[in-house]
């Protein structure tokens, strides 16, 4: 299976560029790329593009490749950078590797160049993986920073005591006080054998066990270590260091769930008995979840951001056509409105009323969009005449293209009424009767059947048109994804992103089926 990347290719030759690609595609790479030839045009790029290698000519009119490599370190970019020269100097590669290339070929042997892109963009991942896991290691650590010394210090009271009192009694007498009342867990094994002597109520309780199903029990044969091998690993240093200290160690309870605890290991050795392994625990659960919630919240936040950045160019995009479209409006009004007749003055005001309709419903389309992404949508559920709002839809879609859509509407009896979010249904028919209409040859007949399925109202909406490569299907749900056959019909990727959260958002499920050229077929569910 091929390996899709994005490859920025700095090189003054058409010959040698497709000579690249080829080399790349024979060794397992599709590249979306791009030529460049000048340094002014690798920093637009740097700045205004994401690109997982750079692959850069050595020998390049007014400038080289190594130029091309300073101005990208220069720009502080982790991207991967590949040299290729017609012959590679040992000296040109000491340099090039200095500067920070990560490899160098010679043209015409560059048999190396798809493993190494490979190789380069998996060592770049896992750089940024390791950097953003040590910032959060970071944070995890200073909450539990207190946590542990507390734990430390309460771990060396007990250990002196057990190490220090010679009778055998008293030291019965003064570890049993501290055993059982200690808010540390706990356990006492024999080595030969890995039976449970003892344990503490603290670990009882984390383990959700009785006492009498523990003791005189091996630990394997109670299944409450995860990690067995873990166990022996921990004991075998126990032997070689004073003492094994904030080690993370799951534990099995009682009804199955797993919990997470920080556990340090003591070795007790006697003169003519086997020796003993204490295990001190404190439950880590809390302090594992926020780990991850923390690791999640890192993850949203980069996908809001890049969210965010998708929402302003296109707004950017959206609302600039529209608004040249009013200015120009405007000033024709201005400019003429004395000298024209009432007819052209009403087409232009017109003009102004349409496009200010539609900045309002794209307006409102994002703001929904929005408050659904960020939860802090409400639904309003209430009683609709679905064929009087289907066919209001529809005129609206007539009207914005200028005609009359051939859509037929058929609803079952049972279904003339239905429960929902009047908004939330809109938009989800707005757009994929807007779609049909916009994706099928102009004339042609878009169907649409709403019936009761189970305890569902099951609505199907078909057209004839150019249909959707099979490839796209998996991600046509996705915010701003646009099947790879609409060609020049406009569009941003967003509405079937808020059909599938609208319908989401009442319980729903949402399917397609298409066939290439032949139409498609949209079928959604909502609870009745």
Not at 3 to 12: Q, T, V
Request: net charge negative; proline share 2%; aromatic share 8%.
């Amino acid at each position: 299976m091929s390996m899709f990347i994005k490859a920025l290719i700095i090189e003054d030759s058409e010959i040698d560029t497709k000579l690249i690609i080829n080399e790349m595609k024979l060794g397992g790479l599709e590249a979306d790329f791009k030529r460049v030839d000048s340094l002014p045009k690798i920093r637009e790029e740097l700045i205004n593009n994401q690109w997982d290698v750079i692959i850069a000519d050595y020998l390049l009119s007014g400038f080289n490749g190594l130029d091309a490599l300073k101005l990208v370190k220069s720009m502080n970019c982790d991207t991967p950078f590949m040299l290729v020269s017609g012959a590679v100097e040992e000296s040109l590669i000491v340099e090039a590797m200095k500067s920070g290339a990560n490899d160098c070929f010679i043209k015409g042997k560059l048999l190396r160049l798809a493993p190494a892109i490979m190789r380069a963009i998996e060592e770049t991942d896992l750089r940024k993986k390791q950097k953003q896991y040590d910032e959060l290691e970071k944070k995890v650590e200073e909450r539990t920073s207190l946590l542990i010394k507390a734990n430390e210090q309460l771990q060396r009271e007990i250990n002196e005591r057990i190490l220090t009192e010679k009778q055998l009694k008293k030291t019965e007498l003064h570890f049993k006080k501290i055993f059982e009342f200690s808010p540390i867990g706990i356990s006492i094994s024999r080595m030969t054998d890995r039976i449970i002597i003892d344990i503490n109520n603290s670990f009882l309780k984390l383990l959700g066990y009785e006492k009498e199903e523990i003791i005189g029990k091996d630990v394997e044969e109670l299944n409450i270590w995860v990690d067995m091998e873990l166990r022996e690993r921990l004991i075998e240093r126990a032997f070689e260091l004073p003492s094994v200290k904030s080690n993370e160690v799951r534990f099995r309870k009682k009804n199955g769930e797993i919990i997470y605890t920080l556990m340090n290991v003591e070795l007790i050795v006697f003169e003519e008995d086997s020796p003993w392994i204490i295990f001190m625990v404190n439950d880590n659960t809390d302090r594992a979840k926020a780990h991850l919630e923390l690791a999640n919240a890192l993850n949203t936040q980069t996908q809001l951001n890049a969210l965010k950045t998708k929402f302003i160019s296109m707004i950017s995009h959206e609302f600039r056509t529209p608004l040249t479209t009013i200015m120009l409006s405007t000033d024709l009004l201005k400019r003429y409105s004395d000298k024209w007749e009432e007819s052209e003055k009403n087409k232009h005001f017109q003009r102004i009323q349409d496009t200010i309709l539609k900045m309002t419903q794209s307006m409102e389309q994002i703001l929904i969009f929005s408050k659904i992404e960020s939860g802090k949508f409400e639904l309003h559920i209430e009683n609709i005449d679905l064929y009087g709002f289907a066919s209001s839809i529809i005129e609206d879609i007539g009207f914005n293209y200028g005609n009359d859509p051939s859509i037929n509407i058929s609803v079952d009896e049972d279904c003339y009424e239905i429960n929902a979010d009047e908004n939330l249904l809109g938009l989800i028919l707005t757009n994929l009767l807007n779609n049909a209409v916009k994706y099928s040859p102009k004339g042609t007949l878009i169907d649409m059947k709403v019936y009761t399925e189970n305890d569902n109202v099951k609505f199907v909406i078909s057209d004839n048109g150019i249909g959707i490569p099979s490839d796209d299907i998996p991600n046509l749900f996705k915010t701003f994804y646009r099947a790879s056959n609409v060609g020049p019909i406009d569009g941003y990727g967003l509405g079937l992103s808020i059909v599938r959260k609208c319908v989401t958002e009442h319980g729903g499920n949402i399917n397609v089926e298409s066939k290439l050229g032949l139409g498609t077929i949209f079928t959604f569910t909502l609870p009745k």
